[in-house]
C-alpha cells in the first residue's frame, strides 16, 4: 500500500497515463468551487463524504455522498462543494471504454464499486495491465457500465422569461405557487410556460421543480436537519409525503443518503 500523502492531486498527470483509467484523491473544505475546467480523458467523480454541485453551460448536477457524476471527455463545468468533500477522480480513456459512448450522469455507487475505486486509490498511479490494479480498473469499468442512473440533473432555461420563474424557484424552492400564479411574474400565459418547460427542458413544471427541491434536501440532509424540517422547507406537506417522492425517484431513502 502507497501512502496517498505523495500521490498527485494535479489532474494533468492523469491525462496521458498509458492505461485504461487511473485514480486521484483529493479532499476540499466546504464551499471550495474548482473554477470553470475540461479534461482530455473521460471523468468520474466519486464523493466518499460530502456534496458536490457540478455545474455545465446547460444544466446543474448534484452528487451527494456514495454517488458518482460520468463526466464526458471535453465537457466544460464546474464543482462546488458542501461540506467536506472526500473525493475520488477516475480519469479515463473513453475510447478504450466499454461505456465510451456514456452521457453525462449520476448513479449510485454500489458496496463494490466503493471499494474497487478505494483499493486503485492504494495502487501505484501507472501500472501494468496484467496487475492486481489492472483487475481492479477492467472490474470498475463493468460496474460503471451496469450501473443504474439517476435524474439528479437540472436543466437551465435560455428563454428569458422562463428564466424569471426558474430563478425565483431556485431562490425558495418551496415556493407552492401554480403555473398560473406564475404568469404574471413570467410574463407569459400559463399554456405558454407549459410548452416552454416541455420544450426547453425536457420536462414539466413540476417536474424540474420537484429536481431542484432535490438538490435542496439531499444538502439539508449531508448537514444533518431533520427529514421534517427539510419537507416542509422544500414544499412537502408531511415528512412521509417527501420520502415517498425522494424513494421513488432516488431509491433510497432520506435516512439511507444521509450521513448523520
Known amino acids: 500500500m502507497i501512502d496517498r500523502d505523495l ?3 494535479n489532474a494533468l498527470d492523469y491525462q496521458d ?3 485504461l483509467m487511473g485514480v486521484m484523491p483529493k479532499d476540499f473544505s466546504d464551499g471550495y468551487v474548482i473554477a470553470w475546467h475540461k479534461h482530455d480523458r473521460d471523468q468520474l467523480l466519486y464523493a466518499i463524504s460530502g456534496i458536490m454541485r457540478l455545474e455545465t453551460k446547460e444544466e ?6 456514495n454517488y458518482a457524476l460520468y463526466i ?3 465537457t466544460d463545468h464546474q464543482v462546488r462543494m458542501h461540506g467536506t468533500v472526500q473525493m475520488r477522480t477516475l480519469y479515463i480513456n473513453g475510447g ?4 465510451r459512448s456514456r452521457g453525462l450522469g449520476v448513479f449510485s455507487v454500489s458496496n463494490l464499486l466503493r471499494e474497487l475505486i478505494l483499493a486503485l486509490s492504494d495502487e501505484p498511479i501507472q501500472y501494468d495491465p496484467d496487475s492486481r490494479a489492472g483487475l ?3 472490474i470498475i469499468e463493468l460496474e460503471i457500465e451496469l450501473s443504474r442512473e439517476i435524474s439528479l440533473n437540472i436543466p437551465l432555461p435560455e428563454d428569458l422569461r422562463l428564466q424569471k420563474l426558474c430563478a425565483e424557484l431556485l431562490k425558495d424552492p418551496s415556493d407552492r405557487r401554480t403555473l398560473y400564479e406564475w ?6 400565459s400559463p399554456r405558454t410556460l407549459a410548452r416552454l418547460f416541455k420544450s426547453e427542458l425536457g420536462m414539466s413544471f413540476n417536474q424540474w421543480r420537484q429536481r431542484i427541491r432535490f438538490h435542496g434536501a439531499l444538502e439539508g440532509l449531508n448537514r444533518g436537519e431533520k427529514i421534517s424540517k427539510i419537507a416542509g422547507d422544500h414544499g412537502y406537506q408531511s415528512a412521509s409525503a417527501f420520502a415517498y417522492a425522494f424513494k421513488k425517484v432516488m431509491g433510497k431513502t432520506p435516512s439511507e443518503v444521509s450521513t448523520n
Open 183 to 188: 404568469s404574471d411574474t413570467a410574463g407569459a
Open 136 to 138: 481492479i480498473a477492467r
Open 7 to 9: 500521490r498527485s492531486t
Open 17 to 19: 497515463l498509458p492505461q
Open 60 to 65: 446543474a448536477w448534484i452528487v451527494p455522498h
Open 96 to 99: 478504450r471504454a466499454l461505456n
Open 72 to 74: 464526458p471527455a471535453g
